[in-house]
């Protein structure tokens, strides 16, 4: 279950405390509306700076993304925000970042963002994959798809996995991503893949999204076979997900992700990977 979104001020008046010490005094905290990750999202505004703080209790079942992140962070800072701390206090598992300065991707279909999101997968496929304790793409997508086909998905590249747009800043020329509490291990093409959802959810035709992920080289590697299988496998899991959901983000992305996958079963015997 996602956890229960609350405001920084509900933050105990300790943790808060932890907080001011590093940071200094926080005079004003904005809520992210969006996102499933994080019990406490906020752009923290202070004398000297903005910062932007990820909080799960430590008892919630995602805590672990928190020490995941803390330990990839500083071999993604060219692509991502500055880590400044992690603080443990009084139940809750604390992260400080950089705030960076832009705004959220627009995946529309005549977005001037595309292209810098599709320069932004390419970087991260540059990236060489951190010696950390990953999770593997193919342990990941196992509950959604037959054993035989999860071959497809392995690999030794470093993948973030959430491409929504919540998680993408453009500024200037540059797109930047956030939230790498669930970042993976696996087929080099897998970052892509996971961004088709999301350009369908935003408009976007099936054929048009792939057009978009083929910019990303490392799609090349990608086979039929292995797309049309995530496909399937990203629809299960979007639907285990939304199963119930009257959230509308949610419902977008399980709604998109099944498009894919139909129209990946309509075009599997194709030739080339679109």
Not at 3 to 19: C, F, H, M
Request: glycine share 8%.
């Amino acid at each position: 279950m996602s956890p229960t979104r609350i405001a920084y001020w509900q933050l105990p008046a300790s943790v808060r405390y932890r907080i001011g010490a590093v940071i200094g005094l926080v005079t004003a905290a904005d809520s992210a509306t969006e996102g499933l990750n994080s019990s406490v999202a906020a752009r923290l505004h202070t004398p000297d700076g903005r910062y932007f703080l990820k909080a799960l209790p430590v008892e919630h079942r995602w805590a672990w993304t928190q020490q995941r992140e803390e330990e990839v962070a500083p071999h993604v800072e060219t692509v991502g925000a500055g880590l400044i701390a992690r603080i443990v206090e009084d139940a809750w598992d604390i992260l400080i970042f950089d705030a960076l300065d832009g705004h959220h991707a627009d995946y529309s279909p005549e977005s001037k963002d595309l292209g810098h999101v599709a320069r932004l997968i390419e970087r991260i496929g540059e990236l060489p994959c951190p010696n950390t304790s990953l999770r593997l793409a193919e342990q990941r997508l196992a509950a959604y798809t037959s054993e035989d086909q999860l071959h497809h998905f392995v690999g030794a590249s470093l993948l973030h996995t959430d491409l929504n747009p919540a998680n993408v800043i453009v500024g200037g020329d540059e797109a930047r991503i956030v939230d790498w509490g669930w970042a993976t291990r696996g087929a080099a093409w897998l970052d892509a893949a996971y961004w088709v959802s999301w350009l369908i959810a935003a408009g976007h035709d099936p054929k048009q999204a792939e057009w978009w992920a083929e910019q990303v080289s490392a799609w090349q590697t990608a086979t039929i076979e292995g797309v049309t299988a995530f496909a399937e496998a990203n629809a299960r899991m979007w639907a285990e997900i939304g199963a119930g959901s009257s959230d509308p983000w949610t419902r977008g992305i399980m709604t998109a992700s099944e498009a894919w996958h139909q129209y990946r079963r309509g075009t599997a015997t194709s030739a080339g990977n679109s």
